[in-house]
């Protein structure tokens, strides 16, 4: 595998560039368990690829804990998968949630059910589910910190579930 950093954002923990790690449309078919131990990733972008699963070691994945590095930077180091265009089928449950997710993008793939998401996201800001076989989602979404956007299209979701009307009434703009 051929694994391309982009340019670190700036400084460094560790000895470890704050940097994405981009392998975009590179015929993919499986991650790497090791990638759980990469420090310093504050984005994963595997889009159009072949994966068809996630390992569970992504559900580790964490931003540098060097406070200095953490006050200056604080911005961008929110942790976002970018897995749009893959065959992924299933989320495992240690995935759904490392705690720095801000974003993940997971829309064009072959998910038939959203992963239960630990009850504590607290960067959470979007999730992309697009275009995926989407029927059931996860009830506990609900009781998380409001995302500001869960976007559902062209999924067959039905728009009048519970979970839907109670998400929207905390202030989150649920697409369906």
């Given at each position: 595998m051929i694994v391309r950093f982009g340019p670190p954002i700036s400084g460094s923990t560790n000895g470890c560039s704050i940097a994405p790690l981009t392998e975009d449309g590179s015929a993919l078919t499986t991650l790497p368990e090791t990638i759980g131990g990469l420090t310093g990733l504050v984005e994963l972008r595997a889009r159009h690829n072949r994966l068809t699963t996630l390992p569970d070691a992504v559900g580790g994945l964490r931003t540098p804990r060097e406070p200095r590095l953490r006050l200056r930077l604080r911005l961008r180091l929110r942790l976002r998968l970018r897995l749009r265009g893959n065959a992924i089928g299933s989320v495992p449950a240690p995935v759904a949630g490392p705690r720095e997710l801000r974003h993940p993008d997971?829309?064009?793939?072959?998910?038939?059910?959203?992963?239960?998401?630990?009850?504590?996201?607290?960067?959470?800001?979007?999730?992309?589910?697009?275009s995926n076989h989407l029927g059931r989602l996860p009830g506990r979404l609900a009781r998380?910190?409001?995302?500001?956007?869960?976007?559902?299209?062209?999924?067959?979701?039905?728009?009048?579930?519970?979970?839907?009307?109670?998400?929207?009434?905390?202030?989150?703009?649920?697409?369906?």
């Open positions: 997971l829309r064009e793939n072959a998910l038939a059910e959203a992963a239960e998401p630990p009850a504590d996201l607290p960067l959470l800001h979007r999730i992309d589910l697009r998380m910190l409001s995302p500001e956007k869960l976007d559902l299209r062209w999924n067959g979701t039905d728009p009048s579930l519970p979970l839907l009307a109670r998400l929207e009434e905390r202030g989150c703009v649920a697409l369906t």
